[in-house]
């Protein structure tokens, strides 16, 4: 087992699993924020945001989560090093001969830049909500059906309505992730050994679909807020 974890398959497994896990957090992620475009009075945010933030069973996921994030990026830069030293001349050849789109020879880059997208994001708002006294805004509190809870959704909504700088980091972050997706979603179930001829095929059109709705979820958001205001 402990030959099977540091082998490069082994390695390559780790990413994937952890890679999918993220997928799963990001598709409820999503449906959450998407729930300030149906309420413009931003209750059933809050109170999903509220819900996410006080569930007990979330409380146990969300130290898992950050070890997925911590994972799946140790994993990659380990992997990609140790590609980069087994193979440093014949890997700039192949990357440009090959059929591979541009998304599957950049993934490590597109993953840093994410990263990068996810650190600001921290800072804007899980610094604000979790540890408010490292925050840069004050986070109001608001009754919604007699329970007192954070405004999380002014929080977001006064982001994109003051800056249109954040706006495009986010429409670029959104982006930027979808590029991911179109190659880390059906590479995982390969490297899990799920995947042949017709179900690569498949699984690659599974993977744009993620890849659009997260990129064009997590882009209209700040779009939304730049047009309604
Ligand atoms: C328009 C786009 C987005 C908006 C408005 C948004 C909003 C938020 C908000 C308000 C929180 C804090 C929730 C809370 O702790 O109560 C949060 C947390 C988080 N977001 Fe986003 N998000 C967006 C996109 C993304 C993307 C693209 C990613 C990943 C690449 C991401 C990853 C995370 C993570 C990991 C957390 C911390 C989860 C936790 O432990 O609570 N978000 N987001």
């Not at 140790?74 to 998304?103: D, E, F, G, V």
């Not at 109001?140 to 977001?156: F, N, P, Q, S």
């Not at 001829?197 to 890849?211: D, G, M, P, Q």
Request: with cysteine; glycine share 6%.
């Amino acid at each position: 087992m402990g030959n099977f974890l540091t082998s490069s398959i082994g390695k390559k497994v780790i990413m994937s699993l952890s890679g999918l896990f993220l997928i799963s957090f990001l598709c409820i992620h999503l449906a959450l924020n998407l729930l300030m475009l149906v309420d413009s009075s931003g209750d059933l945010f809050n109170q999903g945001a509220h819900f996410m933030a006080t569930n007990p069973l979330i409380k146990i996921v969300e130290p898992i989560l950050m070890l997925g994030f911590v994972i799946h990026i140790l994993w990659a830069s380990i992997l990609t090093l140790q590609n980069r030293k087994a193979r440093p001349t014949r890997y700039a050849m192949n990357s440009q001969s090959q059929n591979a789109t541009w998304s599957s020879r950049n993934m490590y880059i597109l993953g840093a830049m994410i990263l990068v997208f996810l650190v600001i994001h921290m800072y804007n708002f899980w610094i604000n909500i979790k540890l408010p006294a490292f925050g840069n805004t004050a986070l109001a509190h608001i009754v919604v059906d007699g329970v007192k809870m954070e405004d999380t959704y002014t929080l977001v909504a006064d982001l994109f309505r003051n800056s249109i700088a954040y706006c495009v980091l986010y429409i670029a972050g959104a982006i930027l992730l979808g590029l991911h997706i179109t190659h880390g979603f059906w590479s995982a179930f390969q490297s899990v050994g799920f995947s042949n001829a017709i179900w690569r095929k498949r699984l690659e059109c599974v993977a744009y679909f993620f890849a659009f709705v997260f990129a064009v979820g997590f882009g209209i958001i700040p779009i939304y807020f730049i047009i309604v205001g």
